[in-house]
Every structure is written in C-alpha cells, then in structure tokens.
C-alpha cells in the first residue's frame, strides 16, 4: 500500500510545472502557486478567489487509508458509535505537513454523503481564534494597540449606539480586555448572544436582533466586575472585537478576515456561516442534535418552533465570536499559520503569537486560545449540531477534528475528543513523509493544466 501511495505521489509530481496560470477568477498573470508552500503572498482587497476551491483541492482519499492509522480508524468508529455523532472530519499534521485528512460517517445522514476532509462544517468558538489573529494583524499594521480604549470619547467605538451607556467603567475597557475576556461581562445573567427576546424586549425592538443590538443592549446594564480585574467567557466581547475589526479595518469583518488572513494562506472557502437548511453553503454538511431535543422559537421572531442547530441560534449574528464555516484541512492550515513553528511560514510575527498564548497572569485566558500551556495550545466550539476542537502541541503533531453533531455533555465533550486523538496519536507508530498539502496542489495544476489545453 505504502508503494502504491508513493508512486501516485510521484504521479502527481511529474505534472507540476513553475507558472501555471490560474483561469478561474484570477487577474491576469498572477501565479498559481499561491495556493499553499512555505511562502505568504498577499493580495489586494478586491481579490476573487476561484470558485469553487474546495472541490480542486480534494485530497485522494487512499492518502489516509494506509494500514498506519488502523487505531485512528478504530477509535474514531468506536468513539462516534458511543455518542451516536452523525459525522465528522479529521485533519492532522507533523512539522508542519499534512499526514492525514479523513471523513467519518455522513455529511447527510437522509442522503448517505459521506463526510470528506473538504466538507465545512460550523466550527463555533474557534472563531474567536480567527477573530484574535485578525486583532493581531491590526496591531502589526500599526492601526491597531492591545491597549486602545474601546468606549469613551477617546473609544474605538465613539459613536452611536455605543456611546450611550450606563456604567462609566465601560470606558476603562481595552481591546485586550475584550481578547482575554476580563472586559467586565459575565453570564450571571445569561448568555446575551443566545438571549434574542430578551434584548428585543429591553430595546423595545422586533426581532430579529443585530449584533449592535445585542452589544447596546447590554451596554445599558452595569458591569458585573471592573474590567481587566478577572476573566470570564464572553462571547459578548469577542462580537464587539468583529464591531473593533470593522473600525479600524475601514472593511466589514468577514471581509477583513478573508482578505487579510485567508486568501493569503490559499484558504477560500472559509465563511460565515447561516442558520437555516436553505442557508447552506455548498459542501457544507448537515447537522444533528441528540435524540429527544426540544424545539425552540425561531430567533428571527416569525412564531415558528425549530430545532436549536437550524433556527434557534443566530449563526450570522454570532459572527465574530462563533459563526465561521470550514473544513478540517483548512482550520489546520490556518492553524499552521499562527504556531509559531518554522515551518511553514507564520502569517504573524513571533512576538504577536507569543502574545495571543501568554495570559496576562494566573487565571486568565490567552488571546484567542481556549489554553495555552508549554506542551499545548488548545482551541474548543460548541454549538447545537457542532462539536469541535484544535490542538497544537509542542511535539510537532498538530490536528484539527470537526463533528456535525453535539451531545448531552455541551462543551466538555472537548476532553473526551482529545483523550481520544491523544490516544490514536500515541499509538500510531509512523507517519508518512508527503505532504498532503502538496499532494492537493499538485492535483489541481495538473487538472488545470489539462483543462486549458
């Protein structure tokens, strides 16, 4: 199995060629080898990348099924079967080359898809971790410090509806405030981005609510504690970093993120995501909740009740905090990008990494991170239909699972989905030498090539 793997590597070697150009989308002249390889290329803000990407960077699915990762194979199947999760997507990485990339169970369980690595899927609190990259990037263009005020006469945000507010602490809160989650919200109350009636209700507004609703809404409430003093999770002040972004950045936020992060690393179809089944992005995959779950009021206010996974949750909304789409394969892209390992190249500088996984002090978070210890960096999601999580470790193994499914457990399903990757990991005795990456590129310059000629 293992020659046969090499030869189609060579395979695919064999049709590469230095300035093959890119048809679909691309300016005149541009070279197609932006799509991945140690060097970031950046492009202007009017770029348009090809569409679509994704179904020219599938990666040959006998890449993955080597005999080697038997015990991935085996865990995956036993640890799906146990918590009846409908699919999911694996991506792993050494030394900055992707060894493996596989789909588990379906995409669409009515339709027997198979879930593939190239399959997006709601990737919920990762997010913040693309949102605080994009902070960074700020930071090092000079538009941007960690500690600008966001409120106030002298604020980021100075301007209505963000300037009428109720405790005059709010203008003692930083940018980094906002990043580490000390800016002064807690969930005390609830969950304001999960709370649309309610902010309707206190606005005197119809629903549905806007991010900006959300954010003033709460704005009117006094803080819970003086900012910068604790840390406390709050999806609240990562939807005010999007509002931050979109300042300073003169671009709307996914805009920002696309041009300025992604299309730089060759990753395109990372998006926004949408909360009904109409909104469905092509190759994204469907998602399911645990048997017996109740339904719930649309969040759009039509008097309709609706699963929580397709309705109940705003996903658009959540944006900035947690409503990104993506595949496994270009999460771990992204993740390569901001490791701070020299291979491939970082898409921020080494201080700036260092500063997003060094929390201020005991008990606070890290810019972005979910943790950030000397053996690991780890980011979690979680939302109805979505479990998901992404790990770098010191060891050079880095990986990346998606599932299209959630369970009783909530969030702390995250530990038994690294328990499970720890243990597949430690038992596969080799890795191969190719890169994934490379496989996938190689693949579409020759389906390109062969396409205009």
Not at 134 to 159: Q, T
Not at 327 to 347: H, N, R, V, W
Not at 364 to 387: M, Y
Request: proline share 5%; charged share 20%; with cysteine.
């Amino acid at each position: 199995m293992r020659t046969f793997v090499h030869t189609q590597i060579l395979n695919f070697m064999h049709f590469k060629y230095k300035s093959l150009l890119i048809a679909a989308g691309l300016c005149a002249g541009m070279a197609a080898k932006y799509l991945t390889g140690p060097s970031i290329q950046t492009f202007g803000t009017d770029f348009t990348p090809p569409v679509p990407m994704a179904v020219s960077l599938r990666i040959p699915a006998m890449f993955s099924e080597d005999k080697t990762f038997s015990q991935i194979d085996r865990r995956m199947d036993r640890f799906m079967n146990r918590w009846e999760l409908a699919g999911a997507s694996v991506a792993i990485a050494q030394d900055g080359k992707l060894v493996f990339a596989k789909g588990y169970g379906y995409a669409d369980s009515e339709n027997r898809e198979k879930a593939e690595p190239h399959h997006l899927f709601r990737v919920a609190s990762i997010s913040k971790l693309i949102t605080a990259a994009g902070i960074m990037k700020l930071v090092e263009e000079n538009k941007l410090s960690l500690h600008d005020k966001v409120f106030g006469s002298n604020g980021i945000l100075n301007v209505a509806p963000f300037n009428d507010y109720l405790d005059r602490r709010v203008e003692n809160i930083e940018v980094i405030h906002l990043l580490n989650h000390s800016g002064g919200w807690s969930n005390r109350w609830g969950d304001p981005m999960f709370m649309p009636q309610t902010v309707a209700t206190g606005l005197g507004k119809e629903l549905p609510v806007s991010d900006e609703d959300i954010i003033s809404f709460m704005l009117g409430k006094r803080l819970h504690f003086p900012p910068g003093t604790m840390s406390s999770y709050s999806n609240l002040g990562y939807a005010i970093l999007g509002r931050i972004i979109e300042a300073r950045s003169g671009q709307d936020y996914e805009s920002f993120i696309r041009t300025r992060l992604l299309y730089p690393l060759g990753i395109f179809d990372m998006r926004l995501g949408g909360s009904f089944p109409e909104e469905r992005a092509e190759l994204e995959v469907k998602y399911y909740e645990p048997a017996g779950q109740m339904l719930v009021d649309d969040f759009t206010g039509n008097g309709q009740k609706v699963p929580r996974s397709y309705g109940g949750n705003d996903i658009r909304t959540l944006g900035a905090a947690g409503g990104w789409i993506a595949s496994a394969t270009d999460l771990l892209k992204f993740l390569l990008a901001i490791d701070g390992m020299p291979y491939p190249e970082d898409i921020l500088t080494p201080e700036s990494i260092e500063i997003m996984t060094t929390p201020v002090r005991p008990g606070f978070q890290p810019l972005g991170w979910r943790g950030a210890s000397s053996d690991r960096w780890v980011r979690t999601g979680t939302l109805s239909g979505t479990s998901t999580l992404m790990v770098r470790r010191s060891d050079g193994i880095s990986y990346v699972v998606l599932f299209n499914s959630n369970t009783w457990k909530g969030p702390m399903l995250s530990t038994e989905i690294r328990t499970l990757m720890d243990q597949a990991i430690a038992q596969t005795n080799s890795w191969p030498s190719h890169d994934l990456f490379e496989v996938a590129q190689n693949q579409y310059e020759t389906h390109s090539y062969y396409s205009s000629h």
